[in-house]
């Protein structure tokens, strides 16, 4: 098919991930600062230098024929200490670079927060309090006033399943705790802070579109015996975000497995699924892979995910391959929530570097990408509302307690100098958002 005049072509990217500069211009440390100092991981305090070399890769995407950036406010570098006072240069700076993306006929499209919590507010409690959905608030009051004149389309609270999975249960990503009680209650302050920041969005810049970008992993019963294991975990990965913010509650099944398991959701208030299920006006669906799943009890829930099935394609982080469950949500999610998309993050670890010639040939990005594509515009005929597609990641970045060794980039980094280059992959992008279609992959891509 042909996608719409309209349709958002772009690629992603987040503030911690990609900036560097995290003593510069006022900025404070952020949990994610403090957690890779702690574990003697490689950190992000230099990334990509995209704090200074931001106008270089606006011109990159522009080249490309992107016409979307969705990129993050680093909350640390606007508001150094969570609350209180605001910083002049990093307002300073996001309002340059969205000037001049602008001006390069990009819109910019920024998620309010992209994992990077300032120190300070994680030293009162971080996301344990409720206290810091209230600094989220207030902090999105701050972006709104500097910013609002000129987004459009804005994101609140990236991926909350992985920030309270990795984050609180598993110790994985920062700030590194290990519980399930406490994984249950951030996730419910996560959504709170999401539904306060709509509420400031639908109240003070009524013209503008906002949503949030949730991780949504498709799962699929190992067999038959298995349906029942599947929906659980289709429960505890999507659902129990999906159904709050677009139905004002949580799934039933959930909050009686998880009262099973924790106690009393005592944390939840009268009055907090009414903040949290203001109805967006998109979902934003970052999906990479998808969940096998078989009935076996593991790490305390009763549901195991099975590792990569055979004969399936991988990506080299060993995630599965599969379109075609990227096909599915997007179809399941026009079926069950009637909702606009945007896809925010899609892709996958090829870690092909430049070859003698300075060409980057990263075949299996470019095969998996129009495969991609391809399923996401089968789902388009069949009725899921598509705004438009933002790859992850325009470039070679952190990929946080992964390092640096997992490249998701269309623009390959070197890590000694900083020089880009465009990979094979970001040439086919390139083709395909000129012929607004998915086109054939060429013989030398």
Not at 87 to 95: E, I, K, R, T
Not at 356 to 384: C, E, K, P
Request: with cysteine; net charge negative.
């Amino acid at each position: 098919m042909s996608f719409p005049p309209e349709f958002m072509w772009g690629a992603a990217t987040s503030a911690y991930q990609v900036e560097g500069a995290v003593a510069e211009d006022g900025r404070a440390p952020s949990i994610w600062d403090t957690f890779t100092a702690e574990d003697g991981g490689e950190s992000g305090a230099v990334a990509c230098d995209h704090y200074h070399r931001w106008p270089a890769d606006a011109d990159l995407m522009a080249g490309l024929g992107m016409n979307a950036y969705r990129f993050s406010l680093a909350w640390p570098r606007i508001v150094p200490r969570g609350t209180g006072p605001v910083n002049p240069a990093g307002l300073d700076h996001y309002d340059r670079m969205i000037d001049g993306l602008l001006e390069r006929g990009i819109t910019p499209v920024p998620t309010l927060y992209h994992w990077d919590l300032p120190q300070a507010l994680q030293d009162r409690g971080g996301w344990t309090s409720r206290a810091t959905a209230d600094a989220f608030a207030a902090y999105t009051d701050v972006c709104l006033d500097a910013f609002g004149d000129r987004v459009r389309t804005w994101l609140t609270v990236n991926e909350p399943w992985v920030v309270s999975v990795l984050g609180y249960r598993l110790g994985l990503h920062a700030p590194g705790e290990r519980d399930l009680r406490t994984s249950v209650h951030v996730a419910h302050h996560l959504l709170l802070a999401h539904g306060l920041a709509m509420g400031r969005i639908r109240e003070r810049r009524p013209e503008a579109r906002a949503g949030i970008p949730l991780s949504l992993f498709p799962s699929y019963p190992a067999t038959d015996a298995d349906t029942a294991a599947s929906w659980a975990s289709d429960g505890y990965t999507n659902r129990w975000f999906l159904d709050p913010v677009l139905r004002g509650e949580y799934p039933a099944d959930m909050a009686a497995l998880f009262e099973e398991l924790v106690g009393p959701l005592d944390f939840v208030r009268p009055g907090d699924l009414d903040l949290i299920g203001t109805r967006p006006d998109l979902i934003g669906v970052n999906y990479y892979t998808r969940r096998r799943i078989a009935a076996a009890p593991h790490d305390g829930l009763p549901w195991r995910v099975l590792p990569a099935e055979d004969g399936v394609p991988v990506t080299e982080s060993g995630w599965e391959d599969v379109p075609e469950a990227f096909h599915d949500l997007l179809v399941r999610l026009h079926r069950d929530y009637g909702i606009p998309l945007l896809i925010t993050e899609n892709g996958g670890v090829w870690n092909a570097g430049p070859d003698a010639g300075g060409r980057v040939r990263d075949t299996g990005r470019t095969l998996a990408l129009r495969r991609h594509l391809l399923a996401m515009s089968r789902a388009m005929d069949a009725g899921a509302n598509v705004l438009g597609y933002t790859h992850w990641s325009l470039l070679d970045n952190l990929e946080w307690a992964e390092g640096y060794a997992q490249r998701f980039g269309l623009i390959h980094v070197d890590r000694s100098t900083q020089e880009r280059r465009v990979k094979d992959s970001g040439h086919y992008y390139a083709r395909v958002i000129a012929a607004g279609e998915v086109v054939e992959i060429e013989g030398d891509e």
